[in-house]
């Protein structure tokens, strides 16, 4: 080997000896915050009963505060400009959306505002999606190949342990 090459090649290997001892002073990579909402639910009033009590059911497992729900969430809410704000926590802030699919969501403008946080989600294809159905009435931007439970036929606790 010429000297010329031997000189490149002791060169490149004191780089590679310096970038690995970086590699290793380095501190881990941490991992990412815990989001403040373990579950966020998106629903229309008229479901409310039903998932009132799905919501205390979650409650149990993860604490008022780890369960966007609006009844629990209520001195907060009394805000000025709530649809920007609920959009991101829905967004920005929930471990997992679950979405209670059925004729009426597709009619509520509450709904649709969680709803565009929501798809924004999917577009950017993150995973922190549960699709419930009640119904099979239409919604806007979920297709036949988006997977669901139906939950028209379970009882409420086994509706939290599937979410849970």
Same mark, same amino acid.
């Given at each position: 080997?010429?000297?010329?090459?031997?000189?490149?090649?002791?060169?490149?290997?004191?780089?590679?000896?310096?970038?690995?001892?970086?590699?290793?002073? @380095?501190?881990?990579?941490?991992?990412?915050?815990?989001?403040?909402?373990?579950?966020?639910?998106?629903?229309?009033?008229?479901?409310?009963?039903?998932?009132?009590?799905?919501?205390?059911? +979650?409650?149990?497992?993860?604490? @008022?505060?780890?369960?966007?729900?609006?009844?629990?969430?209520?001195?907060?809410?009394?805000?000025?400009? +709530?649809?920007?704000?609920?959009?991101?926590?829905?967004?920005?802030?929930?471990? +997992?959306?679950?979405?209670?699919?059925?004729?009426?969501?597709?009619?509520?403008?509450?709904?649709?505002?969680?709803?565009?946080?929501?798809?924004?989600?999917?577009?950017?294809?993150?995973?922190?999606?549960?699709?419930? @159905? &009640?119904?099979?009435?239409?919604?806007?931007?979920?297709?036949?190949?988006?997977?669901?439970?139906? &939950?028209?036929?379970?009882?409420?606790?086994?509706?939290?342990?599937?979410?849970?």
């Amino acid at each position: 080997m010429p000297p010329e090459d031997a000189d490149d090649a002791r060169k490149l290997e004191d780089l590679l000896r310096g970038y690995l001892a970086s590699k290793k002073r @380095r501190a881990p990579d941490l991992p990412a915050p815990a989001r403040r909402f373990a579950v966020a639910l998106s629903f229309p009033g008229e479901t409310r009963h039903r998932v009132a009590t799905i919501a205390l059911h +979650l409650a149990k497992r993860f604490g @008022r505060d780890g369960v966007l729900y609006d009844k629990f969430h209520e001195a907060e809410f009394a805000r000025p400009n +709530l649809d920007v704000y609920l959009q991101d926590l829905y967004h920005a802030h929930a471990e +997992l959306n679950v979405v209670f699919l059925c004729t009426d969501y597709e009619a509520k403008e509450w709904c649709g505002l969680e709803w565009r946080a929501i798809r924004d989600l999917i577009k950017h294809r993150r995973q922190e999606i549960m699709l419930l @159905r &009640i119904d099979d009435g239409p919604v806007s931007g979920v297709f036949s190949i988006d997977g669901y439970i139906d &939950i028209s036929n379970r009882d409420d606790a086994a509706v939290a342990n599937a979410i849970a």
